[in-house]
Nanobody, 125 residues
Framework: VQLQAFGGGLVKAGGSLRLSCAASGGTFSRLSLGWFRQAPGKEREFVTAIGRSTSSTYYGDSVKGRFTISRDNTKKTVTLQMTSLKPEDTAVYYC???????????????????WGQGTQVTVSS
């Protein structure tokens, strides 16, 4: 599976931004999908994930209530809607995917097999 993320940019604190990740190859409906981020000098951090069922989602504590993940199996895309952005959300955001059984959603980067190239999100204060 190949992934391409896009939609990053510069936004002021309190603003919103939408990231998308398009997948090619593989069977999209069999994939669980996640977003991770890495700020300068820090380790990669889990942001959110969505399972094969659109009702199964998980969020990192730092983004709960502000970020929303969704998927479109027809368009083979996963979207991260980010609102109420804070300067500490500044990072390179990566989408990730792996084929899973219906009931499992990977939450660690080690579990994901395919990664997008990353897109920069910068939130100014």
């Amino acid at each position: 599976v190949q992934l391409q993320a896009f939609g990053g940019g510069l936004v002021k604190a309190g603003g919103s931004l939408r990231l998308s990740c398009a997948a090619s190859g593989g069977t999209f409906s069999r994939l669980s999908l996640g977003w991770f981020r890495q700020a300068p000098g820090k380790e990669r951090e889990f942001v959110t994930a969505i399972g094969r069922s659109t009702s199964s989602t998980y969020y990192g504590d730092s983004v709960k209530g502000r970020f929303t993940i969704s998927r479109d199996n027809t368009k083979k895309t996963v979207t991260l809607q980010m609102t109420s952005l804070k300067p500490e959300d500044t990072a390179v955001y990566y989408c990730a995917a792996r084929e899973t059984i219906m009931t499992h959603i990977p939450l660690t980067e080690q579990e994901y097999k395919s990664w997008g190239q990353g897109t920069q999100v910068t939130v100014s204060s």
